[in-house]
């Protein structure tokens, strides 16, 4: 389980100081599919790079199965980070590096025996649908493969807990139900908790049980999909969800 309590994160620029997450809680359960949903700049993607602690937070706890991320350092944060799996937006696969050495990197930073490296990467190049690719290059591979690459060497470390940051938003409709399917895959048959940041509604809709709408660096909203998309509370809910239908309303 994760809980985020009051986090805050700010940031200085020439401007002065900029408020990116304010007093942002949420809880994602094990075996939650979890969306986190929002705005271009509402502050979806600093909430995933605090949560594996790319970025410190400013204040506030973040607490996987009970430990203290934000207290952690040295050894015992890289230890806890090995159990989150992170895909970032735009895949960062190694463009000189084969299919099979993409997924191996994390194991071999690790020191894994070679035997196991080539064991892991086999299984999870399975798992993904790559098997028969191991040996390409990310240059020769579609999108779709990409983020398939990206979400096997995600996995590599066998986490609990897998951060996708904007996992479809590259890719074609066709192709984001592949990913998606993978994803829920994933999910049922490894045991992985997933949390996707996204602005796609449809992608919340399509495989998430809980999610949270965050506006202007704020949670406005949480809990479970169906109820928010049923019965949306905030205003940036209902904008999102409801889209047009509120306008056409005022106009009669």
């Not at 790319?54 to 159990?83: C, F, H, K, S, Y």
């Not at 479809?168 to 940041?197: C, P, R, W, Y």
Request: aromatic share 4%.
């Amino acid at each position: 389980m994760i809980e985020i309590k009051h986090l805050t994160k700010e940031f200085n620029d020439k401007s002065g100081k900029v408020v990116a997450l304010r007093d942002v809680t949420a809880t994602i359960q094990d075996g939650d599919i979890f969306g986190i949903i929002g705005m271009s700049g509402a502050g979806k993607s600093t909430l995933l790079r605090c949560l594996c602690l790319l970025e410190q937070p400013t204040g506030g706890d973040i607490l996987l199965d009970g430990e203290n991320l934000v207290r952690m350092n040295g050894a015992r944060l890289r230890a806890a980070r090995r159990r989150m799996g992170v895909v970032f937006q735009g895949y960062n696969l190694l463009m000189q590096k084969t299919v099979f050495d993409n997924v191996a990197f994390p194991l071999r930073l690790s020191k894994n025996d070679p035997a196991a490296v080539k064991a892991r990467v086999t299984e999870l190049l399975e798992i993904v649908g790559l098997a028969d690719r191991a040996g390409a290059y990310p240059s020769q591979l579609s999108g779709g493969q990409k983020q398939r690459v990206a979400l096997a060497r995600a996995l590599a470390t066998n986490p609990s807990v897998l951060l996708c940051d904007e996992p479809t938003s590259a890719l074609d409709a066709l192709t984001t139900q592949s990913v998606l399917a993978l994803l829920k895959k994933i999910n049922a048959e490894l045991g992985v908790t997933i949390v996707i940041i996204t602005h796609e509604l449809g992608v919340v809709r399509s495989i998430c049980n809980r999610m949270v709408v965050i506006d202007e660096s704020r949670v406005v909203e949480q809990g479970d999909v169906a109820e928010i998309f049923a019965h949306p509370q905030s205003a940036i809910a209902r904008q999102l969800i409801l889209g047009g239908a509120i306008k056409e309303k005022e106009e009669g």
